[in-house]
């Protein structure tokens, strides 16, 4: 459970982070960023893997480039369904997605791998 509630403030964080750097993301309060959180820790769970399986030549053909446009994808799809969060386009989904991308790299890094199950 704390594990889930750590890679939620880090993907809050991650989205925090990207609607600073990156023009074109932005939300409208902190709310729309907690729940934006929310869809795209459940977007990455149930749409991006299939998203990777159907684009799985691209992926290979672009020697694994396309997967940041599955991200910027998801992370599109997550701001159409909410009102408070933009995307404004491929450009800043992209971007978007490569920060959200390095900040999970270096979390997960400091976090450690998941322990086995018992």
């Given at each position: 459970m704390?594990?889930?509630?750590?890679?939620?403030?880090?993907?809050?964080?991650?989205?925090?982070?990207?609607?600073?750097?990156?023009?074109?993301?932005?939300?409208?309060?902190?709310?729309?960023?907690?729940?934006a959180?929310?869809?795209?820790?459940?977007?990455?769970?149930?749409?991006?893997?299939?998203?990777?399986v159907?684009?799985?030549?691209?992926?290979?053909?672009?020697?694994?480039?396309?997967?940041?446009?599955?991200?910027?994808?998801?992370?599109?799809?997550?701001?159409?369904?909410?009102?408070?969060?933009?995307?404004?386009?491929?450009?800043?989904?992209?971007?978007?997605?490569?920060?959200?991308?390095?900040?999970?790299?270096?979390?997960?890094?400091?976090?450690?791998p998941?322990?086995?199950?018992?």
């Open positions: 704390l594990r889930l509630i750590v890679q939620f403030l880090v993907t809050c964080l991650a989205l925090w982070l990207a609607a600073r750097i990156v023009p074109g993301v932005s939300f409208s309060d902190n709310g729309s960023l907690a729940f959180a929310i869809l795209l820790g459940i977007a990455n769970a149930v749409v991006r893997p299939i998203l990777t159907i684009t799985f030549p691209l992926t290979m053909i672009t020697f694994g480039l396309f997967l940041l446009v599955v991200n910027a994808a998801v992370i599109g799809l997550v701001a159409w369904l909410l009102g408070g969060f933009t995307v404004a386009g491929l450009g800043a989904g992209i971007g978007a997605a490569i920060v959200t991308g390095i900040v999970s790299w270096i979390a997960g890094w400091f976090i450690g998941e322990p086995a199950a018992r």
